[in-house]
T-cell receptor, first 117, second 116 residues
């Protein structure tokens, strides 16, 4: 069975500093990997996704993530965080369904990002 | 584009009653819809996958007689929590996948269910 581990429950970063959120996955084949952000009272918003190809993926809001198969990791990074980045971040993995797309998602437990002024 | 709505956004009901939650894809046809459950300050857990016109596939440990899912059209799926009890109180989130962007799910805003 697939699984996702986000080892950091909380992370505090100063505004303007760089950010890295860790994600490790367990999946037998090449996974479909996602990062989502959830703000209070908001729905899930997709930041970026990896299916194949270039292992460095660019997303919205200045985020990027790098897929490292040897480490089973898909860490999320941002060079300079803004106060508006404070939210809950979820890494997720999906298997491929018969039609070729991504199936239901398995989420990590999430990382709560706090931005210090 | 790719907007998914849920109704209601929040609902309070008495123990023993049934509650229906609707999930609609507003600007695309959703061949597959997924239902997730999120406990406070916790992660999302996939409950079931529903394909239009077919019976839903439930994840292990999810009671299909408790959580009835119907996906009768390409834009609407419903989740009915039958004989709700306080332990069913949770945040229920749906997502939809269409033919065009079959690699990506678009999430609804969620429904907060509180069972008294």
């Amino acid at each position: 069975a697939q699984s996702v581990t986000q080892p950091d429950i909380h992370i505090t970063v100063s505004e303007g500093a760089s950010l890295e959120l860790r994600c490790n996955y367990s999946y037998g084949a090449t996974p479909y990997l996602f990062w989502y952000v959830q703000s209070p009272g908001q729905g899930l918003q997709l930041l970026l996704k990896y299916f194949s190809g270039d292992t460095l993926v660019q997303g919205i809001k200045g985020f990027e993530a790098e897929f490292k198969r040897s480490q089973s990791s898909f860490n999320l990074r941002k060079p300079s965080v803004h106060w508006s980045d404070a939210a809950e971040y979820f890494c997720a993995v999906a298997s491929m369904y018969s039609g070729g797309g991504a199936d239901g998602l398995t989420f990590g437990k999430g990382t709560h990002l706090i931005i210090q002024p | 584009g790719a907007v998914v709505s849920q109704h209601p956004s929040w609902v309070i009901c008495k123990s023993g009653t049934s509650v229906k939650i609707e999930c609609r894809s507003l600007d695309f046809q959703a061949t597959t819809m997924f239902w997730y459950r999120q406990f406070p300050k916790q992660s999302l857990m996939l409950m079931a996958t529903s394909n239009e016109g077919s019976k839903a596939t439930y994840e292990q440990g999810v009671e299909k007689d408790k959580f009835l899912i119907n996906h009768a059209s390409l834009t609407l799926s419903t989740l009915t929590v039958t004989s709700a009890h306080p332990e069913d109180s949770s945040f229920y989130i749906c997502s939809a996948r269409g033919l065009v962007s079959y690699n990506e799910q678009f999430f609804g805003p969620g429904t907060r269910l509180t069972v008294l």
